[in-house]
């Protein structure tokens, strides 16, 4: 499909109104041709041969067409605005329900920046075109072609004369249109790399803030701003040089009449009113011809953005559901109904690598349900990626991930996902109320659930201190918030969920002993046939778990419960000394050398 099928796509649902609309513009542009006729009559038949009592009708006449052109302006720049509104609304849609079903994969090649001025600036471009341009071209064409016609019944001598500029227009046109584009592309790369720099600095704040960088990103600034600068005036002067010919088109028909119309009344070929009625038709030419240039302008800013927006849109995802495979996503909105499925998870053989780089290797591993499992090891060892491939946040390249002894690529993607519980290493609050985040995988449950998920993470005590307690507002907007405090919410979040899976990656990372010991005991009490999976650094996390793996550079180099890797004496042996002891001198030794 192109973009501009894909355009066409929502214009479709709103042709009815966008035709009524052309339609009126139609009789606007049939009744533009009265007044200059009416001028020549008042002219040739009141002024020049006194027949006064025409008068009044005539003018009569000129009131009676204001007054309808009026009432039909007004009713289709109603129509377009509100196609228009409509096109832009579905489409806005559209493509934030696809951003959504975009893969993780996606989201870590764009910038925010980038996908939000797809959303605004390049929407705002499509609807300008809707709302103002198509009426205003066909307008415009329809005026000059009545115009010509009329033109043509006073003296074809003169219309043909009048015709010489067409082609010096289409010729301008064209190559204006040529032209422009490019420039307009680099003007929305430049818009869409300004929205990026702000959104990053905006969100990055605090960092800015803490390094004492405001210079140095006002530098940045200052260098992202004079691109747009630059990329708009080198965009205008393109376009600009341009004006100057199709004004000078536009005053050669005035030219073309005064010459040879003047000729003509000299010579008798036609009356004075004739030059009138002609004199009066020569906007309607005019217009269009000076319309031209900015038209082009709008057309192609339109087209870069069609063409942006759907080079997004259409960017699929690779993770998704088959097609095979049962549907089990919610057809009504709010229908929160979710089929469980036992968390048994098995990884056979499983590598995966992005950029052609390994991240993880080989991994294989079962677990059956309800039971917990430790993942430990160095940082950047891959254990967030093993639960990322569980999640099916990424596909693994070989081998399987399994859960319930199905291939997790052939299970339903929204029924997998709303059986897994996650508290992410890097926790994302919403702007919403307490309540409302933890509620954010059951919308349906009631407060008493909030509330126990909130004792189980050991939430529920700072949350009621807090000024409007779970109605207080978290988030980007709201009150901030200790690492954690977030971590523990997003701990109840994932808890709420009653899942069948449970991964808590790094989430009690930030929490004090005696809050860790309080939260495992209540894991503990969580329901029977739940598998937890628990990634951390301190042993203490997880030593009670019935598998601990122990994760290097991609691999799993021990595996065991937490007295058979003692007795190893590996690698987890040297953590456990190293954080229950004396550091090993091996072990520094190691760090210093990496
Ligand atoms: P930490 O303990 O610090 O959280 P981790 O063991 O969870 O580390 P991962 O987040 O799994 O580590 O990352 C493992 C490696 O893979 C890292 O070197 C990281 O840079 C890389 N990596 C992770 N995701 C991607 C990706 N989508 N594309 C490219 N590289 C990635
Ligand atoms: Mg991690």
């Known amino acids: 499909m192109t973009p501009m099928k894909w355009f066409y796509g929502f214009l479709k649902k709103y042709r009815k109104l966008m035709i009524s609309g052309l339609f009126l513009t139609t009789i606007i542009a049939a009744l533009s041709i009265v007044n200059p006729y009416i001028s020549g009559i008042m002219v040739d038949d009141v002024i020049v041969a006194g027949n006064y009592d025409l008068l009044p009708k005539l003018i009569g006449c000129l009131v009676a067409i204001t007054l309808v052109t009026c009432v039909l ?14 096109v ?87 190559m204006q249109s040529k032209e422009v584009k490019p420039a307009f592309q680099r003007n929305r790369d430049c818009f869409s790399s300004l ?94 011809l000076r319309m031209a240039g900015w038209w082009v302008n709008d057309i192609q800013n339109f087209v870069t953005s069609v063409e942006k927006i759907y080079a997004t849109y259409s960017e699929e995802p690779k993770v998704r559901t088959p097609r095979f495979a049962p549907t089990q996503k919610p057809e009504a909105e709010f229908d929160y109904s979710h089929e469980k499925i036992r968390g048994e998870v098995e990884f056979r053989d499983v590598s995966y690598s ?34 990322n491939l569980l999640c099916r946040f990424y596909d693994a390249t070989t081998g399987q991930v399994l859960v319930n002894g199905t291939d997790v690529r052939d299970m339903d993607l929204y029924n997998l996902r709303d059986n897994i519980g996650m508290a992410m290493q890097d926790v994302f609050l919403f702007s919403d109320t307490v309540e409302g985040n933890i509620a954010y995988g059951r919308p349906d449950c009631s407060f008493d659930q909030v509330k126990k998920a909130a004792i189980m993470a050991d939430a529920n005590h700072f949350i009621k201190s807090m000024p409007d307690g ?77 598998l601990i793996l122990v994760m290097d550079e991609g691999r799993i180099i021990e595996r065991g419960t937490h007295s058979e ?3 190893m004496d590996g690698y987890y042996a040297k953590a456990f000394h190293n954080q229950y002891g004396e550091i090993p001198e091996e072990l520094l030794q190691k760090k210093s050398i990496a």
């Open 565 to 567: 890797l003692l007795a």
């Open 195 to 288: 929205n990026a720099f702000v959104q990053e600095n905006i969100s990055g704040n605090r960092v800015v803030k803490a390094f004492a960088k405001e210079e140095y990103e006002k530098g940045k600034f200052q260098v992202e701003n004079d691109r747009f600068r630059d990329a708009q005036i080198k965009g205008s002067r393109v376009w600009m040089k341009y004006v100057p010919i199709f004004e000078i088109l536009a005053y050669a028909l005035t030219v073309v009449l005064m010459l040879y119309g003047g000729y003509m009344v000299i010579q008798g070929e036609v009356t004075l009113g004739d030059l009138v009625k002609v004199n009066g038709y020569l906007w309607m030419l005019n217009s269009p």
């Open 354 to 387: 992005a950029d052609d780089e390994d991240i993880v290797k080989d991994i294989s591993f079962k677990v059956e349900a309800g039971q917990t499992v430790g993942i430990i090891g160095s940082t950047g060892s891959g254990k967030s990626t093993l639960m």
């Open 73 to 86: 302006r007004f009713l289709y720049l109603l129509m377009f605005e509100t196609a228009s509104q409509g």
């Open 88 to 174: 832009l609304y579905d489409m806005r849609s559209t493509v934030y329900r696809k951003l959504l079903e975009e893969d993780l994969n996606f989201y870590n090649k764009k910038r925010t920046g980038d996908l939000m001025s797809r959303q605004t600036g390049d929407m705002d471009a499509i609807r300008h075109f809707v709302a103002g341009i198509i009426y205003s071209v066909y307008q415009n064409v329809l005026l000059f072609a009545f115009a010509l016609v009329m033109i043509f019944t006073v003296s074809p001598k003169l219309a043909l004369c009048m015709l010489v500029v067409l082609p010096f227009t289409a010729i301008s046109t064209f």
């Open 470 to 546: 779970y109605d207080t507002i978290v988030g980007e907007r709201g009150m901030g918030l200790s690492g954690g405090q977030k971590q523990r919410i997003s701990l109840a979040r994932a808890l709420l969920k009653d899942p069948s899976i449970l991964i808590l990656d790094d989430t009690t990372s930030a929490v004090d002993m005696e809050t860790e010991s309080y939260i495992q005991k209540q894991l503990k009490s969580i329901k029977e046939g739940c598998t937890v999976f628990i990634i951390a650094y301190r042993i203490s996390s997880i030593k009670d778990a019935d």
